[in-house]
């Protein structure tokens, strides 16, 4: 999710740049005249001030679609969250709350820390997300967690499903050792934290 937002950052600068310096430029003309006309300087600034918000407004509004609509990036905050509620910092009801909150969960949303997690304890752990997404038959899809400290790891996973155009997660449960070994080969892994 770093990424979008850097990609984000760097579009609304790529779009605001070349209107900051195309109005920079109209108006050090209408200064260099020997009588500039005031009224012009103001609406000149209003028109900047206007159509620099209407681009940032939508580049805003831009990137909260593609949170919402791209199922690793939902399926990485619903992580950071579930990662927060295994280590103590938030308890079952404050991340759910986080959850609905971010608009991110669904009312049914089925919540299982399993054994593994409650057996390591508060560590902290780094938090990887599977690259691949797997469709299942429902037309939900699912994302795996690798849990990793020196000592110990241990898989979750997310459950989604397509609600308009976003993507809302409805269940998030630790895995045993056997369903990990039922799983198709969970290879390829982004580092989130």
Do not use: C
Request: charged share 20%; proline share 2%; glycine share 6%.
């Amino acid at each position: 999710m770093q990424s979008a937002k850097i990609v984000y950052m760097l579009i609304g600068l790529f779009m605001l740049l070349p209107w900051t310096a195309y109005n920079v430029k109209v108006l050090l003309g209408i200064l260099k005249r020997k009588k500039s006309d005031k009224s012009l300087i103001v609406r000149r600034i209003a028109l900047f001030a206007g159509v620099a918000a209407l681009m940032a407004g939508l580049v805003v509004y831009h990137y909260n679609f593609t949170i919402g609509y791209q199922a690793p990036l939902v399926a990485e905050r619903a992580g950071v969250l579930f990662q927060q509620h295994l280590s103590g910092e938030l308890d079952l009801d404050e991340y759910k709350a986080k959850m609905h909150a971010l608009g991110i969960a669904a009312t049914d949303l089925t919540v299982d820390p399993g054994t593994a997690a409650t057996e390591a304890g508060q560590e902290r752990y780094s938090l990887k997300l599977s690259e691949r997404t797997y469709t299942n038959e429902d037309d939900s899809v699912t994302l795996y967690f690798l849990h990793e400290n020196e000592s110990a790891s241990y898989y979750s996973y997310v459950r989604m499903i397509k609600s308009g155009n976003k993507w809302l997660v409805t269940e998030h449960k630790v895995l045993t050792s056997e369903q990990v070994e039922g799983l198709p080969k969970l290879r390829y892994f982004t580092i989130i934290e």
